[in-house]
């Protein structure tokens, strides 16, 4: 079954820390993106890539990175610098042609110890 | 004037009755409009989307209605179920902008028995 899977689905971080959140796909999608939902606020993007080696600043970047090596992968790294991170993170990819709708994973929820 | 407002908050249906979840926009721009609907723990799911070009879309028990001059769109559940119960969310992209959604912030459906 074609899908998006994110792992794990619960993080802790400590203080100080770096987590990386795993984001693969398997429907040949061109874009994809990461999300956080946090209770009451909708989704807001973090990230997001068009293409392989190629990535842009969503609207909350700070504090996060990401890279894009292959087709079907995202990581998402929550940087120490990231005072809050305590949220749920979704990712979600899309084809690159025209009006086609975004297929999320199931999530990871981040919290800190 | 990226933003999306969603209304109510939440909501309390009775089993068959029709739920009414409306969204507005500000940026004209703005040309596809889907909504997501999402049950605990598990990513966003696409539900029914919209394109400006149109006044109203169906599909099954779910219906878009769209208001362009008073930017404006509204999901319509008709006889609601208790499966029916999760968080809609409305959002809207624009053309050549990688596909990016904005979202509302969402709105928790409960359908009682």
């Known amino acids: 079954d074609g899908g998006i899977t994110q792992s794990p689905k619960y993080l802790f971080r400590k203080e100080g820390q770096n987590v990386t959140l795993s984001c693969e796909q398997n429907?040949?999608?061109?874009?994809m993106y990461w999300y956080r939902q946090d209770p009451g606020q909708g989704l807001r993007l973090i990230y997001y890539?068009?293409?392989?080696?190629?990535?842009q600043k969503g609207d909350i970047a700070e504090g996060y990175s990401v890279s894009r090596e292959k087709k079907e992968s995202f990581p998402l790294t929550v940087t120490s610098a990231q005072k809050n991170p305590t949220a749920f993170y979704l990712c979600a990819s899309t084809l690159y042609q025209g009006f086609q709708p975004q297929h999320f994973g199931d999530g990871t929820r981040l919290s800190i110890l | 004037q990226q933003q999306v407002k969603q209304s109510p908050q939440s909501l309390i249906v009775q089993k068959g009755g029709i739920s009414i979840i409306n969204c507005a926009y500000e940026?004209?721009?703005?040309?596809?409009f889907p909504w997501y609907q999402q049950f605990p723990g598990k990513g966003p799911a696409l539900l029914i989307a919209i394109r400006p070009d149109v006044s109203e879309k169906k599909e099954g028990r779910f219906t878009i209605s769209f208001n362009k001059s008073a930017k404006q769109f509204s999901l319509h559940i008709m006889d609601s179920q208790p499966g029916d119960s999760a968080t809609y969310f409305c959002a809207a992209s624009m053309t050549g902008t990688a596909s990016k959604l904005t979202f509302g912030t969402g709105t928790r459906l409960q359908v009682t028995l």
């Open positions: 940026n004209t721009a703005f040309d596809y």
């Open positions: 429907l040949n999608h061109d874009a």
């Open positions: 890539s068009q293409i392989v080696n190629d990535f």
